[in-house]
Each structure stands twice: as structure tokens, then as C-alpha cells.
């Protein structure tokens, strides 16, 4: 490219902001940019922006530019009308999730005999007697079935016998459901203080959405900034917390629109894990005004904090209540008694905890600057 331009140095102000820090020392030496390197780290973001759709080429047909493969809103409303859209997969949801299904369970079962018939040679991996049919059956039907079985089969692969997967280390663990309940119970209690304890109800109250019913009750997915409570030191201690379920691959981070979110890994933990369901049951009712409350921050924050927009009346009367329910720490900083039960014995206290969304409400005053009237 340089040498195409008739120079056989690379300028000094060439732009350098998209080589990689893995290729900074090569590209960038004492005696200059290096042309060689730099040449090679401008084609190797070339190509990865054609493959990404980020850099299209006019005319090209294979690196078009991405809009062009979009249909018309006109054209896609009469085929969608029609019931013809040109797309590989159903257009509802429902029915498309149902065929994904089906289609998992078809490809584990052949995968399954595949490997009782010794069809795979270059799987060393055995199972014992019908150990394939009963994780097949156990999550069929289960939302978020492949992680589930994926993590199931972890468990089993690290309490192998040799290179055989067997029923009892199955049973041990309680088959899929009670695996994941053992590892998030064990991931609990390694916890390196009962401060961090604590802050686990906090932490998974925030990614649930408590439904009508227990059982409509699934995993919300929550910006990262949502974990905060009232002084830096708790936050500090909440994002321990938050880290060690991460790297126990319970909790699942990524990003939405921008925006770096956290969700539950496997839904089946709401349902499986004695503690939340446990706290769940008694805050049901309180979880769904701390997230209204977090919608109410957002929303207040974004429209420049207007004083008009502050809580008033019945509205301010009810989260004065729900805050009275649940202070920011038990009475003299220490250990509740439901923290102090274990798993399964905490059904009818009241919840203890301050959850992260009234705690922001709090300090960025939409309640507490709130006239009473």
C-alpha cells in the first residue's frame, strides 16, 4: 500500500489507533513505524471489517453494503401479510422455540447412540448403562437445555471413572436439577465472609422477575450499574460477590445496545436453589416495587432530575414503607437470622436486605427529597 504510493517509509503521523496492543512493539519501533507490520495489521482489520459488514464494497456482490440485503418495509408487510416471508425459520416465536427443541432433543439422542454403538472413535468418553436417556429426559422441556446439560456433564466429567461417565456420580449430584443447586450452594457458602453472604439476596432478588405466580417467575436481565447499594464499601463488597457467581459461570455477563447487562445463567437456579426460592417467596410482592422504583431512577435521571417528577402522596407513602421492610443492613451491621439458617428454613421472615434500586433512589433523592404530601 505504501510502496503503491511511491514511499518506502510509513509517515510519522500515519494513524495507528487500529493496531492491536499484542502488535503495538512491532509496529511501532525505535527507528519508526514499521511498514511491514503496519501493512499487515491494516489488511487483518480490512478483512475483519468486510467479514463483520462494518466496510462494504460499492458493486461487490459478496461485500455489499448490509442495508442493501434488507427487504423494503412495504415489501416485507405484504409477505408477512401473506404468510410467505422469505426467511429459512418460522416467524413465531413460539412455534420456532418448539422446532428448536425438537431438534435438540433428535441430535442429543443420535449423539446418545452414536456413542453406545462406539460410532465415535475419537470420543473416549463413555456412558454407563442408560445414563444418556435419563439426562436426555431430565431437561427435555427445560428452558436454557443445552447450558444445562452442558454444566450437568461437566459435574459428571469431573467425578469420571476413568473415561466413563457413571449413574452413581449422576445420583451424587443429584442428576441435572440438583447438580446446579449443589453448585450454587457450594459457591454460596465459599463466600469469603458473611458480609458477602449477605449481599447475595441483594444480588439475585435484582435479576429476577417475580411474575403473577411462582410459576411465571424468570431471570430479567439488568444493566451492570443496577449493582450498587449505599457506600462504596458495600458496592465494593456486592461486585466480590457478583465476580465469584461469574466465575462459577452461574451469572452470565454481556451487552445490550451499549449497555453491559448480567443475567442468571440457567433459569432452572430460580426454581432448584432452595435459598432464593426461599427469599423469593417472601419478597415476591417487594421485588416488583424495587424494580418499578429502578424504572422510576432511570427514567427521572434521564429527564434531568425535575423536581415535578418526584414521589408524592400514596406513591411516596408506599416506598417509605417498602424501605422501613428492608434497611441496608440487619439491625448493628450484622448477620440476619435468615442468613444465619440454612437453605430451606427461611419461609416466613421478613426480608431483610435493601435492594440496589431503592438504594439509588434513595441517594439520587427521588424519594427522600420528596415532600410528604
Known amino acids: 500500500m505504501v510502496r503503491d504510493l511511491g514511499r518506502k517509509k510509513v509517515p510519522e503521523n500515519a494513524p495507528i489507533d487500529f493496531v492491536k496492543p499484542r502488535w503495538e512493539s512491532h509496529v511501532v519501533t525505535d527507528d519508526g513505524i514499521d511498514r511491514h507490520y503496519y501493512e499487515l495489521c491494516a489488511l487483518s482489520e480490512l478483512r475483519n471489517g468486510l467479514r463483520s459488514g462494518d466496510i462494504w464494497v460499492e458493486g461487490s456482490h459478496e461485500y455489499r453494503q448490509f442495508e442493501e440485503y434488507l427487504l423494503p418495509v412495504k415489501d416485507w408487510q405484504e409477505l408477512r401479510a401473506t404468510g410467505t416471508p422469505p426467511v429459512e425459520v418460522p416467524v413465531d ?20 447412540q452414536l456413542l453406545m454403538d462406539n460410532a465415535l472413535p475419537d470420543v473416549q468418553l463413555s456412558f454407563e448403562g442408560n445414563l444418556i436417556g435419563d439426562l436426555l429426559y431430565e431437561v427435555q422441556g427445560q428452558a436454557g437445555a443445552l447450558p444445562l446439560l452442558q454444566f450437568t456433564l461437566d459435574q459428571l466429567f469431573q467425578q469420571r471413572n476413568g473415561s466413563m461417565l457413571t449413574q452413581a456420580a449422576y445420583h451424587e449430584i443429584g442428576g441435572v436439577k440438583g447438580a446446579l443447586a449443589k453448585h450454587v450452594e457450594a459457591t454460596y457458602t465459599e463466600l469469603p465472609s458473611d458480609q458477602h453472604r449477605v449481599l447475595v439476596r441483594a444480588l439475585f432478588l435484582r435479576l429476577i422477575d417475580p411474575g403473577i405466580t411462582e410459576q411465571d417467575t424468570t431471570r430479567r436481565r439488568a444493566p451492570l450499574d443496577e449493582l450498587t447499594l449505599a457506600t462504596p464499601e458495600e458496592t465494593e463488597l456486592l461486585q466480590q460477590v457478583t465476580a465469584y457467581f461469574i466465575a462459577a459461570r452461574l451469572l452470565t455477563t454481556s451487552e445490550s445496545a451499549g449497555i453491559a447487562t448480567i443475567e442468571v445463567s440457567h433459569e432452572a437456579l430460580i426454581r432448584e436453589w432452595p435459598r432464593l426460592s426461599d427469599c423469593l417467596w417472601e419478597a415476591r410482592e417487594d421485588v416488583g416495587l424495587q ?5 422510576d431512577v432511570a427514567e427521572w435521571e434521564q429527564r ?14 408506599e416506598a417509605k414503607t417498602w424501605a422501613k421492610r428492608n434497611p441496608p443492613r440487619p439491625p448493628g451491621g450484622g448477620v440476619s437470622a435468615c442468613q444465619r439458617l440454612p437453605a430451606g428454613a427461611c419461609r416466613g421472615q421478613s426480608p431483610r436486605r435493601v435492594a440496589p434500586g431503592v438504594r439509588l433512589a434513595w441517594n439520587s433523592k427521588l424519594v427522600a427529597d420528596a415532600p410528604d404530601a
Not at 423536581?307 to 407513602?317: N, V, W
Open 291 to 295: 424494580q418499578a422504583i429502578s424504572e
Open 304 to 317: 434531568g432530575k425535575p423536581g415535578d417528577r418526584l414521589y408524592r402522596g400514596s406513591q411516596l407513602k
Open 93 to 112: 416465536v413460539t412455534t420456532y422455540l418448539k422446532e428448536r427443541k425438537t431438534l435438540l432433543h433428535e441430535q442429543l439422542t443420535r449423539v446418545g
